[in-house]
């Protein structure tokens, strides 16, 4: 089984609104994910729109983690996953079918976000918080 990180394109929408970009976000788990567990794959799923190259810089950082960025069928990788990471993707609506954990990121939020696919408990806004969820998977 996998992590599955769902990106958006939440800066080109919204600039700094939130305090954190997509980037950011990402950055956040695969820091995580090499500080506790870094033999996990981790399926960093790009948004449609998003551009493949966006996370080059953050590829080639984390380039000893074992970080998968192809496109698939979402449904399928949803099945498979462990676990699922993103901000406010309409695909936690896939997740929530499959019963699957799912956790959107807002570390540096300095503005709420309304997440209508997630319960509040799943909203993580801290590092320490991404970590022991990472810890319990």
Request: with cysteine.
């Amino acid at each position: 089984q996998y992590l599955v990180i769902l990106s958006e394109y939440l800066y080109e929408l919204y600039g700094l609104n939130f305090g954190f970009t997509e980037y950011e976000m990402v950055e956040n788990v695969l820091d995580s994910v090499d500080k506790l567990n870094p033999n996990i794959p981790i399926f960093l799923k790009l948004h449609p729109r998003e551009n493949k190259n966006k996370y080059n810089i953050l590829l080639r950082k984390y380039s000893h983690l074992n970080i998968i960025c192809e496109d698939c069928n979402v449904y399928e990788l949803i099945f498979y996953s462990k676990v699922v990471f993103g901000i406010n993707s309409s695909v936690f609506m896939e997740c929530n079918l499959f019963n699957k954990p799912t956790f959107s990121i807002q570390i540096g939020s300095k503005k709420e976000m309304f997440i209508k696919l997630i319960e509040n408990d799943k909203i993580i806004s801290s590092k320490k918080d991404l970590e022991n969820i990472l810890i319990s998977f």
